[in-house]
C-alpha cells in the first residue's frame, strides 16, 4: 500500500497567503522528504526531516514532523504564482533504500 | 557539477516496440534508481542500483522492462514489445548513498507515450 498520502489531493490560494499540505504515513521511518514537481517533470528536493527533529525550515517553507500521529505538514508563507505546483512527500523506511511518494498535493496559486 | 540528465526527454513509439531510456547520475553518486509516474499519480518505484551490489528489481511491473548500469555509472531502463499502458513518465535518481540519510536527486525524467 502507499504511504505517504498527501491532503488536500488539490489546494487554490491567492497571492500572498500560506499554503499548508499534509502527509501521512502508516510505518515507522527514518526520514520523510518534500518534493516539488513542475509540469509533470523532474522532481526538485525541498526538505528532509529525520525521525528526531520536530520542525525544519528553509527560507519560506517550513516541515513538521508528528512520529506519534505519523504525520507531516508542509507549510509554504507567503506563497507565491511560481509556488504552482504538484507537492509530494516521500517516505524513507530505516536503512531502506526505497522511497515511497505519495499522489500529491496540486497547489495553485492565483496572482 | 551537472545534475542527473535523461535521454530522450520525449520518446513516442508504436505498439509492440522496444525502447531505451539512458540516465547519467550526479558524479560520485554510487545509488541509482528508476521511477515510473503515470498520468496524476505518485511515483512508483522500479528498480535500484547500488555500487556493483545485484540491483533490486522488486519494482518491475513485468519481464518486458529491464535495466543495466554499465560502470557503475549511466543506466538504461529497456522495455521490450511496449504496451499502450507503459505510457508514463519514467524518472531517474542518484543519491550518494541511502534515502535514510541522503537526498535523491531527480532527473527532468522521459514522457514516453505508446500509440
Known amino acids: 500500500s502507499q504511504q505517504g498520502e498527501e491532503d488536500p489531493q488539490a489546494l487554490s490560494i491567492q497571492e500572498g497567503e500560506n499554503a499548508t499540505m499534509n502527509c501521512s504515513y502508516k510505518t515507522s521511518i527514518n526520514n520523510l522528504q518534500w518534493y516539488r514537481q513542475n509540469s509533470g517533470r523532474g522532481l526538485v528536493h525541498l526538505i528532509l526531516i529525520r525521525s528526531n527533529e520536530r520542525e525544519k525550515h528553509s527560507g519560506r517553507l517550513r516541515v513538521t514532523l508528528d512520529t506519534s500521529k505519523k504525520s507531516s505538514s508542509l507549510l509554504i508563507t507567503a506563497s507565491r504564482a511560481a509556488d504552482t505546483a504538484s507537492y509530494f512527500c516521500?517516505?524513507?523506511?530505516?536503512?531502506?533504500?526505497?522511497?515511497?511518494f505519495g499522489k500529491g498535493t496540486k497547489l495553485s496559486v492565483i496572482p | 557539477g551537472a545534475g542527473v540528465s535523461q535521454s530522450p526527454s520525449n520518446k513516442v513509439t508504436e505498439k509492440g516496440k522496444d525502447v531505451e531510456l539512458r540516465c547519467d547520475p550526479i558524479s560520485g553518486h554510487t545509488a541509482l534508481y528508476w521511477y515510473r509516474q503515470s498520468l496524476g499519480q505518485g511515483l512508483e518505484f522500479l528498480i535500484y542500483f547500488q555500487g556493483n551490489s545485484a540491483p533490486d528489481k522488486s519494482g518491475l511491473p513485468s519481464d518486458r522492462f529491464s535495466a543495466e548500469r554499465t560502470g557503475g555509472s549511466v543506466s538504461t531502463l529497456t522495455i521490450q514489445r511496449t504496451q499502450q499502458e507503459d505510457s508514463a513518465v519514467y524518472l531517474c535518481?542518484?543519491?550518494?548513498?541511502?534515502?535514510?540519510?541522503?537526498?535523491?536527486?531527480f532527473g527532468p525524467g522521459t514522457r514516453l507515450t505508446v500509440l
Open positions: 516521500a517516505k524513507a523506511g530505516a536503512g531502506s533504500y526505497q522511497l515511497t
Open positions: 535518481a542518484s543519491s550518494a548513498w541511502l534515502p535514510s540519510t541522503d537526498t535523491q536527486y
